[in-house]
């Protein structure tokens, strides 16, 4: 298990070198260090496998950008594939002193065009992947955009190549100003633009830098499958780059693709979302063991299952295997900690999401704002270094930098300092303490899930539950109902659906508040008026 002391220090490190130009200077110090990905490029044709690789990449996109006319002053929204390719992208743009703003393209057609809508005028940077998801919107994309950029070797006439190359000028940004934006999740509305400037960025990543350099080493190699455009990524990026700790990118999440790399590499930490760790536990089972070789399973975008945790330390060799666990999210970056050993996975709760460390501070306070003792329920804020300077478009007004940042979640601060999440405000359903244990502990009782949400109502006073059930596994209604009274929720409307037709966000989480549009009038009529529960 590793030691998060170092997390106790106020004083944070600080970047080698500015952020736009991080890559150069990790490429002159450690450039034979791997930097892997298991699908090729398509924006290059030199191949990129080491940090000097990468940096060479990223400067001969730079070089396209600016033989395009990109310049310090543009700012550039991007719709590429799921690929360590948009980070390139991004740190190309930095180089120039751009702002880049990455689009997951995941989203909805009508969400990026809303979201270019906010950026008055941009220029649009896409490959062949963004080229198909906007090519059916290009009419109402030329009204939204100022031109369209392709990295595409078969540009169509309405998107300007980026065949050619000129020498650009390195102008990166002050660590003030805004350096990237990136954009909420969308579980609960539609996604929001948070700007982040490099050094909210770095102070993000910056107490796991401390991690990094004290307790991995250049034997080490971090595996990761994430949402490339999600400002994690783009921290965790920066954070292997600053400490020259090896990096391989999983862009495919097939199980079958994911064994063969990881048989391949044998990383001793592994990154995802839950919901993909969640399917990934079949590979537990292969004879093969291809997780042996992981010492951190980690993931910083919502905690996961204990099922799930308990299932994947199993499946490790290394007998100090460890699930490391942060809460956050993109506005605030992460703001607590916690670490599971074996030893303590059989009384995980995911409720608990640890403490926070180096200068964040959190608090709960009351519906009138004032802070409530440790034990006391109330809404979760924070103040962390990781801060976004602010929304773009229009999204909520931005509260002062000093003040408190409130999280949008329901929590209580232990006896021991440690924080409780319970549930997302607009999620919560009075008569229940928290609908997300009440996930967890059907997901322990039905094994044959591998995902299960529980959606408020329309009206807010009731819960329909919508359950995805294992290939090759099944899972009656019957068997449904028995386990949701074990729980205490009493009998509770369910959907079984495909885990596929799940609308999901960018970083695979489940889109609750469209499944309530999609569902919610039609559950609702034989949705219980109260959920029985043990609020306290």
């Known amino acids: 298990m590793p030691d998060v002391s170092e997390l106790a220090a106020d004083l944070l490190p600080e970047p080698s070198a500015p952020l736009g130009v991080l890559a150069e200077y990790a490429a002159g110090r450690h450039g034979e260090t791997p930097f892997l990905s298991d699908t090729p490029w398509a924006l290059t044709d030199r191949p990129v496998r080491t940090f000097a690789e990468f940096a060479a ?17 543009d700012t550039v929204a991007i719709v590429q594939r799921n690929h360590i390719e948009v980070e390139a992208a991004m740190l190309a ?44 919107s290009r009419h109402a994309l030329s009204h939204l955009a100022s031109r369209v950029l392709t990295w595409s070797a078969n540009a169509p006439q309405w998107t300007i190549g980026l065949g050619d190359r000129e020498a650009h000028l ?10 990237v934006v990136t954009h909420s999740s969308g579980t609960t509305g539609g996604p929001k633009l948070a700007a982040h400037s490099a050094r909210s960025l770095f102070g993000m990543v910056a107490p796991m830098i401390l991690i990094l350099k004290t307790q991995y080493s250049k034997k080490d190699l971090n595996a990761k499958h994430l949402s490339f455009v999600h400002a994690r990524t783009c921290a965790g990026t920066l954070a292997s780059l600053e400490t020259a700790i090896p990096m391989l990118s999983l862009c495919d999440p097939d199980p079958a693709s994911v064994k063969e790399q990881l048989l391949l590499h044998k990383p001793t930490s592994l990154e995802t979302h839950p919901n993909i760790f969640i399917h ?17 399973f980690i993931s910083t975008f919502d905690a996961m299952h204990p099922r799930t945790v308990r299932t994947l330390l199993g499946a490790s060799d290394d007998p100090g295997a460890h699930y490391l666990q942060a809460y956050g999210q993109t506005e605030s970056g992460p703001i607590s900690l916690r670490i599971v050993g074996r030893a303590d996975a059989g009384g995980y709760s995911p409720r608990n999401v640890g403490f926070p460390g180096g200068p964040i501070r959190i608090r709960v306070v009351d519906e009138a704002g004032a802070e409530v003792p440790a034990g006391e329920t109330g809404y979760i804020e924070t103040r962390s270094p990781g801060r976004m300077l602010g929304y773009l478009g229009g999204d909520d007004p931005m509260i002062p930098a000093d003040a408190w940042w409130p999280m949008g979640d329901i929590g209580r601060v232990g006896a021991d300092g440690s924080l409780e999440l319970l549930d997302r405000i607009v999620e919560h359903v009075e008569g229940t303490e928290s609908l997300l244990e009440r996930e967890d502990q059907l997901l322990d009782r039905l094994p044959e899930l591998v995902e299960l949400v529980l959606v408020k109502t329309e009206s807010g006073d009731g819960v329909f539950a919508v359950a995805c059930v294992r290939a090759g596994e099944e899972c009656t209604a019957e068997r449904f109902q028995d386990a949701a009274k074990e729980v205490g929720l009493g009998a509770i409307p369910v959907r079984f659906w495909d885990w596929e037709a799940l609308p999901l966000t960018g970083s695979y989480k489940v889109r609750r508040g469209v499944l309530r549009q999609r569902l919610g009038r039609r559950m609702e009529k034989s949705a219980p008026r109260q959920v029985k529960g043990s609020a306290r």
């Open 57 to 73: 990449a990223i400067e001969e996109l730079a070089d396209r950008l600016w033989a395009a006319g990109v310049r310090r002053t």
């Open 170 to 179: 390195a102008s990166p940004r002050e660590a003030s100003e805004p350096f």
């Open 280 to 296: 990934w536990e079949r590979l537990t089972e292969d004879p093969d063991r291809p997780f042996a070789s992981v010492q951190r």
């Open 93 to 136: 743009l930095a180089r120039i002193g751009a702002l880049p703003v990455l689009l997951s393209s995941m989203m909805e057609v009508g969400e990026l065009l809303e979201s270019v809508a906010k950026l008055d005028s941009p220029t649009v940077l896409v490959d062949d992947f963004g080229l198909a998801r906007l090519g059916a």
